[in-house]
Nanobody, 116 residues
Framework: QVQLEESGGGLAQAGASLKLSCAAS????????IGWFRQAPGKGREFVAR????????HYADSGKGRFTISRDNAKNTVYLQMNSLKPEDTGVYYC?????????WGKGTLVTVSS
């Protein structure tokens, strides 16, 4: 069983920065992939970024390229999402997702609100 706990959300003004954290606990494997997704009010959940734990390779949605950076801390089993130059359209609940050995796990999410 795997547990994911997100933190770091909050209220920010447009142009500001926030850093989200996703701490993974339980039985995790070195080949896991951890990603961030978000869900804006009234919209579906969309992919934001992901990182492969074994080699650190990353992939971003176009919406975050150049503004968001995903990274990991091996010792803490934690993934971060540094979000810079925030826009009002970045508002939403940000969810952490972990995929390994054919199974996916979700955290409960952290709310990010960006005011104009």
């Amino acid at each position: 069983q795997v547990q994911l706990e997100e933190s770091g959300g909050g209220l920010a003004q447009a142009g500001a920065s926030l850093k989200l954290s996703c701490a993974a606990s339980g039985r995790t494997f070195h080949n896991m992939v951890i990603g961030w997704f978000r869900q804006a009010p009234g919209k579906g959940r969309e992919f934001v970024a992901r990182i492969r734990w074994n080699d650190g390779s990353t992939h971003y949605a176009d919406s975050g390229k150049g503004r968001f950076t995903i990274s990991r801390d091996n010792a803490k089993n934690t993934v971060y999402l540094q979000m810079n130059s925030l826009k009002p359209e970045d508002t939403g609940v940000y969810y952490c997702n972990l995929n390994q050995v054919g199974r996916g796990y979700w955290g409960k999410g952290t709310l990010v609100t960006v005011s104009s």
